[in-house]
């Protein structure tokens, strides 16, 4: 069981930055991507960024290209979401995600049926 816990959401104005964390704990060894996912109001979850233990290659959605930087601390047990230039639809609660190297969900990583743990979510609201 890996267990995730996201903090550092809150309440900003447009053009203000975050930054996100999502720390690990459990059978972390067995991690092979973390992704960070949000829930607009009244939409559905999407896919924000994504980071390849392995590979360390990193993966952004359209949306947040150029905005958003996914990464993780040297102790590899968090990963952190920097979000600039915030905007007031970036609004949603956003959660962390891992999907572990022996699960057997299909999809890819920007799947969120593709990932085995989730964290609870934290609130990011922007002002305009």
């Known amino acids: 069981q890996v267990r995730l816990v996201e903090s550092g959401g809150g309440l900003v104005q447009a053009g203000d930055s975050l930054r996100l964390s999502c720390a690990s704990s459990?059978?972390?060894?067995?991690?092979?991507?973390m992704a960070w996912f949000r829930q607009r109001p009244g939409k559905e979850r999407d896919f924000v960024a994504s980071?390849?233990?392995?590979?360390?290659?990193?993966y952004y959605s359209d949306s947040v290209k150029g905005r958003f930087t996914i990464s993780r601390n040297n102790a590899f047990d968090t990963v952190y979401l920097q979000m600039n230039d915030l905007k007031p639809e970036d609004t949603a609660v956003y959660y962390c995600?891992?999907?572990?190297?022996?699960?057997?969900?299909?999809?890819?990583?920007?799947?969120?049926?593709?990932?085995?743990?989730w964290g609870q979510g934290t609130q990011v609201t922007v002002s305009a």
């Open positions: 995600a891992a999907r572990d190297r022996n699960s057997r969900k299909p999809g890819i990583h920007s799947d969120d049926f593709s990932y085995d743990y």
């Open positions: 459990g059978r972390t060894f067995s991690r092979v991507v």
């Open positions: 980071f390849i233990w392995t590979s360390r290659m990193t």
